[in-house]
């Protein structure tokens, strides 16, 4: 079956980059001129996703704002010839795709914020773009793995290899081969300990699920008396039941809720810009040769 919804959850709070966070949403920071969820959104338009639920919080408002029309703002462009490519790049936004919103409304971690959208979903697999992470890709990442969710009949993960330090901060994977980049995922590890690293291979913010999740999730989060349930837990669940894939996709991730990621996602992406590329590119040089 085709996949044409997602969830993109965005209810975090974000407290690895504050202050910035406080007042602006952590998806709404910027990378060169877009905030960080419309690359997010416009990588699962690009994959052919049709109607997306974002996972919201008190406090994201700006968001909600974000994908609607600004009518004062286009009517001071409209009619302007020098604001006529602006206009169109505001109205884009406001057209990307059918944009809803649900507000989480208690903190019980990723695996209850995907569990809010069962009824927007229903009965069919879906993808879930984490609201941390952009990744740049000729050919959308989470567009990968749809085309492995629909070739395999199965979940698939988005995975790429990391250092045996970061591994610790994300989790880990027992996998083997199955065929090109995809592969059998066995069991999942959240934030292993040095003796349950099973892999470098980790999840990176890009996972499609079948609908028989819910229940799973369900489950999971009426038996946490406190903290976070994880998404983590219901995926390993799959993985031990013979029913998910790794895919190793192609393209650059960045963590958009690190600091030191947000720059190199600013950037890299400012060297590829169209109107400032050649400039920052000058710029970058010069402050090398001065370092």
Do not use: W
């Amino acid at each position: 079956m085709k996949v044409k919804k997602a969830i993109i959850p965005a209810a975090g709070l974000g407290t690895r980059v504050l202050p910035a966070s406080k007042a602006v949403p952590k998806e709404m920071l910027n990378i060169v001129d877009k905030p960080a969820i419309q690359y997010i959104v416009e990588e699962a338009v690009a994959a052919g996703i049709e109607d997306i639920l974002i996972i919201t919080n008190r406090g994201k408002g700006a968001i909600e704002d974000h994908f609607d029309h600004a009518f004062e703002l286009e009517c001071g462009l409209r009619g302007n010839p020098a604001k006529e490519k602006i206009l169109q790049q505001v109205e884009e936004v406001a057209n990307l795709a059918n944009v809803y919103f649900l507000r989480q409304k208690e903190t019980k971690g990723l695996g209850h914020a995907i569990l809010c959208g069962r009824s927007f979903i229903g009965d069919e697999p879906f993808a879930v773009l984490y609201g941390d992470d952009v990744i740049i890709s000729e050919d959308p990442a989470i567009g990968q793995l749809c085309r492995a969710c629909e070739k395999y009949g199965k979940g698939v993960v988005g995975v790429q290899e990391v250092t045996r330090e970061q591994i610790k901060l994300y989790c880990s994977l027992d996998v083997t081969p199955l065929e090109g980049r995809a592969m059998n995922c066995h069991n999942i590890i959240e934030k292993p300990k040095d003796e349950e690293i099973m892999s470098l291979y980790a999840i990176l913010g890009r996972v499609v699920l079948p609908p028989e999740v819910f229940p799973m999730l369900e489950e999971g989060v009426a038996r946490i008396t406190q903290g976070e349930f994880y998404l983590t837990e219901t995926m390993s669940d799959l993985g031990r039941a013979g029913k998910l894939i790794a895919y190793d996709f192609e393209g650059v991730r960045y963590d958009m809720g690190n600091k030191l990621g947000i720059m190199k996602a600013n950037c890299e992406v400012a060297l590829k810009h169209p109107e400032i590329g050649a400039g920052f590119r000058e710029y970058v040089k010069q402050l090398a040769a001065s370092l």
